[in-house]
């Protein structure tokens, strides 16, 4: 069960930062005054390693 949340709550994250139109991203991108893509695409690298560590620590985990 704990790994299975871990899961999910790991997956909601990435959702959040990769989302091209998520809240957070629009917030963000018009409070300092940049556009919503270029935002997002500045986040979406960092979201991408994050992700494939979780993943790949799921993977060893969960054998």
Same mark, same amino acid.
């Given at each position: ?11 909601? %994250? $990435?959702?959040?930062?990769? &989302? $091209?139109?998520?809240?957070?991203? @629009?917030? @963000?991108?018009? %409070? ?9 695409? %500045?986040?979406?690298? &960092? ?10 620590? $799921?993977? @060893? @985990?969960?054998?």
């Amino acid at each position: 069960m704990p790994l299975m949340i871990g899961a999910l709550l790991s997956a909601s %994250s $990435f959702g959040s930062h990769a &989302c $091209f139109y998520s809240d957070p991203t @629009v917030l @963000v991108a018009q %409070s300092t005054g940049t556009g919503v893509m270029e935002h997002a695409l %500045s986040q979406l690298p &960092c979201a991408l390693i994050a992700a494939t560590a979780a993943g790949l620590l $799921f993977v @060893v @985990v969960g054998l």
